[in-house]
């Protein structure tokens, strides 16, 4: 049983990423441990927000008063974060459910450790707690107490090549490089190489529910050229074997002629509503940015909103057939704030 400890938190993330090297690529941890150790609110906090990036997100503990995991049961700053991480591991459905299928089909786990895609950079090596989240995103969880002056936990992380944006902040991170980042309680450094996409379900759907959403909230991260393929079945039988499944291909061509692309989905479409909402989450560019949006042949009906703190735009589409094609074109100037 495991004890609930820092020391405890600081091993787990290294030893779920290496635990792929053997072929335990979905691996279950009791988050927040199971007993004995201490109680820190902080330590639990940290511990959910690493639970919700890793394979299997799941609160377990022996059944004491003391040991109990309920976010109702800790101080008001820890039950908030905690809540609102809890909600975004639903939201993440989408993105995992199709990393899960990938390691089914291509034998890519979920969670890999950085030397995997870079095998030849010392650092990726020297890195222990921090790995890749599937195709689009590096994690690496706090597993520190917090600084009592800066009031923020610490950690050390080692960039690839390319640019890179935190999810929760929206700043953009030059790559090449070994930075210390900080972080109150409310989020963790979770980054996304530029070019990346991450379809999420919209928080308004969230429920005990597992159908297909009939909102998806899709995050682009701009600067370079990516692509992502959404992938869904029934979630519950073995038809996808028969071709029972459907796929969304997402593309962001940004290099040549700036523009993303949601194409028709292929396949079973009867497994996913006819109709489906779109929120288009564009990180790093100006509320001037995109030039046209179109469904299909015509001009889609568009309500835009603007971070300006993040630099992020937002683009919503209202009950879109999924057999047209979303095409989103970007300014021919459009570059990276």
């Given at each position: 049983a495991l004890p609930i400890s820092w020391e405890s938190l600081d091993y787990q993330?290294?030893?779920?990423?290496?635990?792929?090297?053997?072929g335990y690529g979905w691996w279950s941890h009791d988050i927040g441990g199971h007993r004995n150790g201490y109680r820190d609110d902080e330590l639990t906090t940290r511990w959910v927000q690493f639970g919700v990036f890793s394979p299997i997100m799941r609160l377990h503990s022996s059944d004491e008063v003391f040991t109990g995991k309920e976010p109702w049961k800790f101080c008001a700053d820890s039950e908030r974060v905690m809540r609102r991480f809890l909600k975004l591991r639903h939201q993440l459905i989408p993105y995992t459910y199709t990393m899960n299928?990938?390691?089914h089909a291509e034998n890519i786990p979920l969670i890999c450790p950085l030397y995997y895609l870079h095998p030849d950079a010392g650092e990726?090596?020297?890195?222990r707690n921090e790995y890749y989240f599937g195709s689009e995103l590096i994690v690496s969880p706090i597993t520190c107490h917090t600084d009592p002056e800066t009031r923020t936990g610490t950690v050390r992380i080692w960039?690839?090549?390319?640019q890179w944006t935190d999810v929760f902040t929206g700043v953009r991170y030059r790559g090449s490089r070994t930075i210390t980042m900080h972080r109150d309680i409310d989020t963790i450094p979770v980054l996304a190489r530029a070019g990346g996409i991450v379809p999420l379900q919209s928080i308004e759907e969230i429920s005990s529910r597992t159908d297909n959403p009939k909102h998806l909230e899709v995050c682009v991260f701009c600067g370079a050229d990516g692509s992502f393929g959404l992938y869904e079945d029934d979630g519950i039988s073995f038809d996808y074997k028969s071709g029972g499944y459907v796929t969304t291909a997402m593309t962001l061509d940004w290099r040549v002629s700036k523009r993303f692309v949601i194409t028709p989905a292929k396949g079973g479409t009867r497994l996913i509503?006819?109709?489906r909402s779109y929120t288009l989450r564009f990180y790093g560019i100006g509320a001037d940015a995109v030039e046209a949006v179109t469904i299909g042949s015509g001009a889609a009906?568009?309500?835009?909103?603007?971070?300006?703190?993040r630099h992020i735009l937002a683009l919503e589409l209202?009950?879109?057939?999924?057999?047209?094609?979303?095409?989103?074109?970007?300014r021919t100037d459009t570059a990276l704030l």
């Open positions: 993330p290294y030893f779920t990423a290496n635990a792929s090297n053997v299928h990938r390691f990726a090596y020297d890195r960039l690839p090549e390319g509503p006819e109709k009906d568009v309500k835009s909103h603007y971070d300006e703190t209202v009950e879109v057939p999924i057999t047209e094609e979303v095409r989103v074109q970007f």
